[in-house]
């Protein structure tokens, strides 16, 4: 089954919509993987963000994202790396679809709540960086019968 890097960002924690979040991805259908609380160092952040290093915008993308800790999650199910970007809506929340993550909370590209990886290549990169295999928890979710035929 496919698998996502999810991380809830530090303007929303700080905001308080960490539950708000995790409940979206619940309620769809998706199995919560693995999951951990913690601040990036900048080490990882460039390692994460290392296919923006040289953009104008990369010093202060690193800059917010180790300003505060983040929720990093990953999540398995049934095209879940294209999925949840939709539900988490395009990069400029200007431009995202009322309903979607950003639309819903977010206003400024640089404070836009949620990173969500773009293909399950960048998903298995991105995993690597924050957690090790055996983090990753076998389990089976009880419902799942009802949420895929
Ligand atoms: P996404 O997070 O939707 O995958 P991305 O990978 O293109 O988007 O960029 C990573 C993050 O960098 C994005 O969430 C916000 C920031 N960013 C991207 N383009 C930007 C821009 N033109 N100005 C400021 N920040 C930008
Ligand atoms: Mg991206």
């Known amino acids: 089954m496919e698998r996502t890097y999810l991380m ?5 924690v700080q905001r308080g919509l960490i539950g708000e979040i995790v409940s979206r991805f619940e309620k769809k259908g998706f199995k919560l993987v693995a999951m951990k609380f913690l601040r990036l160092t900048k080490e990882m952040a460039e390692k994460h963000y290392a296919e923006h290093v040289g953009k104008p915008f990369f010093a202060g993308l690193v800059e917010y994202i180790i300003s505060g ?6 999540w398995e199910g049934k095209d879940v790396v294209a999925v949840s970007r939709e539900m988490m809506g395009a990069t400029n929340p200007a431009k995202a679809a009322p309903g979607t993550i950003r639309g819903t909370f977010a206003v400024d590209i640089g404070r836009n709540v949620i990173h969500g990886s773009d293909s399950p290549e960048s998903a298995e990169r991105e995993l690597a960086i924050y ?4 983090e990753f928890v076998e389990w089976d979710r009880s ?3 009802w949420i895929v035929e």
């Open 8 to 12: 809830i960002k530090p303007d929303a």
């Open 69 to 74: 800790p983040v929720v990093a999650m990953c």
């Open 131 to 134: 957690f090790d295999s055996c």
């Open 143 to 145: 419902v799942q019968a």
